[in-house]
């Protein structure tokens, strides 16, 4: 009988021993329990680290010296694969490319006026506490949202307006919120924002341009409604919903992210008259467009780390 074998047959007569309990007096019960609780836990301790070592043991050994052709791995490794949430990144992308957007990467750590004041939150204004922030000893901030870059897109495309073009950019990326991680929240995720200026933009162009990229991405036709929102940096804000693609069942509505026309502030602030010049903005997260493709009941998937679940990508 292996060391484990022999653990978890001592384990299954401890659980047999707390049967003895019932004939204790109850004050003598309390005690009793603890000490049965304290040899099962070390019992499982010692469970752990026998399987651990089994694992080992069972792990080939590699020599990373060992000379290899150009491009190709050694028999014994597996190839390795993009992370999933990475694909679904690149995909998004890659349909807003093709619409004519240019693609913009986040900061990692941004500051107080890219994440609130250039955005339209007053001093003091309480949804800036409405982003669980979190903040380092210097004060910078791992981005809540990337609308952080919204202002900086701004200001890098404005020539295009003024030699009678348009602004249209996407922020796929990472973003960070302090709160607790559960099936549907993590505090590590991604987003992808959007951004378009011009004299004529509309909110109907900017439900087309959903619609548009909802089909793309689900490869159907879908319906698309909306719902009022409120976001400081757009004026009117809504909330956006498509219907449930038909592999996940074709029946209901699923809210996707937040959207509205940009509000003349932000406008100003970048240095673009908004009596001329008028946007819109929306962003949505990316792991949940991956668990809806995916079926998967847990977003911290994800993160895990876990090997079994990253294979099966």
């Known amino acids: 009988m292996s060391d484990i074998e022999t653990l978890k047959a001592a384990l299954k ?42 694992e080992s043991a069972n792990i080939e050994p590699l020599d990373v010296s060992a000379p290899t052709a150009p491009n190709q791995p050694l028999p014994s490794l597996k190839l390795g694969s993009r992370h999933p949430l990475m694909e679904e990144l690149n995909r998004v992308a890659a349909i807003y490319a093709n619409m004519g957007f240019d693609i913009m990467e986040p900061f990692q750590l941004d500051d107080e006026f890219h994440m609130f004041d250039s955005l339209n939150f007053p001093p003091n204004h309480p949804a800036r506490d409405g982003y669980d922030t979190f903040r380092t000893a210097e004060n910078f901030i791992p981005p809540a949202h990337t609308s952080t870059m919204q202002h900086r897109a701004l200001k890098k495309y404005k020539h295009r307006l003024d030699e009678g073009g348009e602004i249209a950019v996407v922020v796929p990326g990472r973003v960070f919120r302090n709160e607790d991680a559960d099936a549907t929240h993590e505090h590590t995720f991604y987003q992808c924002e959007g951004v378009f200026v011009s004299r004529d933009a509309t909110m109907g162009q900017l439900f087309g341009i ?5 089909e793309l991405y689900y490869g159907q ?3 698309l409604k909306t719902q009022p929102g409120y976001f400081p940096f757009t004026e009117p ?12 069942g ?10 509205g026309m940009i509000h003349p502030n932000v406008l100003k602030m970048a240095g673009i008259d908004p009596t001329v010049y008028h946007g819109f903005a929306w962003g949505g997260g990316i792991d949940r467009l991956a668990m809806l493709k995916y079926h998967l009941p ?3 998937y994800f993160e895990s780390g876990k090997l079994d679940f990253l294979e099966e990508f």
């Open 13 to 54: 007569d401890l659980n047999a021993e707390y049967a003895k309990i019932k004939t204790l007096p109850p004050e003598q019960r309390g005690q009793f329990g603890r000490e049965m609780n304290k040899k099962k836990q070390k019992i499982l301790a010692e469970i752990a680290r026998a399987e651990e070592t089994a």
């Open 210 to 214: 959903l619609k548009r990229f909802f």
């Open 221 to 223: 036709s879908l319906n």
């Open 237 to 248: 804000s809504a909330e956006f919903l498509i219907e449930k693609p038909a592999q996940l």
């Open 250 to 259: 074709g029946k209901g509505w699923l809210e996707m992210g937040g959207c």
């Open 298 to 300: 847990d977003v911290r």
